[in-house]
């Protein structure tokens, strides 16, 4: 959602831009990244309203990941979440995968190729300024609906994906709003099988056990992980039946089992 809501304001503010009339290719002062000047290969470019600067230079001090494709001829940044790119001399543009027409494409001059600074600095999501002839480049600050999601991005990425790496797992970290709890749901091909047999067959009651106790542990992990961000939050783990994914089959909220379809507790 929050892909779609950005991509449709990229379109917005591009469409209700008023173009300037065409003028011959100036230069800017500069660009202040965070405070400080950086230097380029090649000085900003200003033509038709738009700055254009090299991609790699300014893209890559941003901190963002640059690729290009020499065949397609299509530089793209990776930072984040966000991913935006850019070809020759086409005014299609991508943010995120949805198409946006840009008013000055990316072009080469001198051999380097450079790109809408705007468009791109906003994509990877810095906020752009001009003032006096410099760029002023700056990383939002978060609000605390952003930060919260970008905590859970990074528990997800660096905590739960590492303790589940299996090709047969699929893993996934959610907040509910109605239960204020951050949601760890796995889901896995035989888990529904697995699961089962620890419950029916006799001599895995130790194994139910030990299992039940590490999801419990998982959960209330997650409520103190959040709670050192000073986030009041619910810890939820829940087993999806792997058969039906509206389905669970156990669920575990800050420790204590709330739903069990086994009927062992």
Same mark, same amino acid.
């Given at each position: 959602?929050?892909?779609?809501?950005?991509?449709?304001?990229?379109?917005?503010?591009?469409?209700?831009?008023?173009?300037?009339?065409?003028?011959?290719?100036?230069?800017?002062?500069?660009?202040?990244?965070?405070?400080?000047?950086?230097?380029? *290969?090649?000085? &900003?470019?200003? *033509?038709?309203?738009?700055?254009?600067? &090299?991609?790699? =230079?300014?893209?890559?001090?941003?901190?963002?990941?640059?690729?290009? $494709?020499?065949?397609?001829?299509?530089?793209?940044?990776?930072?984040?979440?966000?991913?935006?790119?850019?070809?020759?001399?086409?005014?299609?543009?991508?943010?995120? #995968?949805?198409?946006?027409?840009?008013?000055? &494409?990316?072009?080469?001059?001198? =051999?380097?190729?450079?790109? &809408?600074?705007?468009?791109?600095? *906003?994509? %990877? =999501?810095?906020?752009?300024?001009?003032? $006096? =002839?410099?760029?002023?480049?700056?990383?939002? +600050?978060?609000?605390?609906?952003?930060?919260?999601?970008?905590?859970?991005?990074?528990?997800?990425?660096?905590?739960? +994906?590492?303790?589940? +790496?299996?090709?047969?797992?699929?893993?996934?970290?959610?907040?509910n709003e109605d239960e204020n709890a951050v949601v760890i749901s796995i889901q896995g091909d035989g888990m529904t099988n697995e699961i089962m047999k620890m419950t029916t067959n006799e001599g895995f009651e130790s194994e139910w056990s030990e299992f039940i106790d590490y999801?419990?542990?998982?959960?209330? #992990?997650?409520? $103190?992980?959040?709670?050192?961000?000073?986030?009041?939050?619910?810890?939820?783990?829940?087993?999806?039946?792997?058969?039906?994914? $509206?389905?669970?089959?156990? +669920? %575990?909220?800050? #420790?204590?089992?709330?739903?069990?379809?086994? #009927?062992?507790?």
């Amino acid at each position: 959602m929050k892909r779609i809501i950005f991509a449709m304001f990229m379109v917005c503010a591009l469409i209700v831009s008023v173009p300037l009339n065409a003028e011959a290719a100036t230069y800017a002062k500069g660009i202040i990244l965070d405070g400080q000047q950086i230097e380029t *290969e090649i000085a &900003p470019i200003i *033509e038709n309203g738009r700055t254009l600067v &090299p991609v790699r =230079g300014v893209l890559e001090a941003m901190g963002a990941t640059v690729t290009w $494709d020499q065949a397609t001829k299509t530089a793209t940044a990776y930072l984040g979440e966000n991913t935006t790119s850019v070809t020759i001399d086409n005014y299609t543009a991508y943010v995120n #995968g949805y198409a946006v027409t840009l008013e000055v &494409p990316a072009k080469v001059v001198n =051999g380097r190729t450079m790109v &809408p600074l705007r468009f791109m600095a *906003e994509s %990877i =999501g810095y906020d752009v300024s001009y003032s $006096d =002839g410099y760029v002023y480049l700056d990383m939002p +600050q978060y609000d605390g609906y952003s930060e919260f999601y970008a905590i859970m991005d990074d528990f997800d990425v660096n905590i739960v +994906q590492p303790e589940f +790496q299996s090709d047969n797992l699929y893993v996934s970290t959610s907040y509910n709003e109605d239960e204020n709890a951050v949601v760890i749901s796995i889901q896995g091909d035989g888990m529904t099988n697995e699961i089962m047999k620890m419950t029916t067959n006799e001599g895995f009651e130790s194994e139910w056990s030990e299992f039940i106790d590490y999801m419990g542990a998982l959960s209330v #992990g997650i409520v $103190d992980y959040f709670d050192a961000y000073g986030y009041d939050v619910n810890g939820i783990v829940e087993i999806i039946n792997d058969e039906d994914s $509206d389905y669970v089959l156990l +669920q %575990i909220n800050n #420790g204590v089992v709330t739903y069990d379809e086994t #009927g062992l507790y």
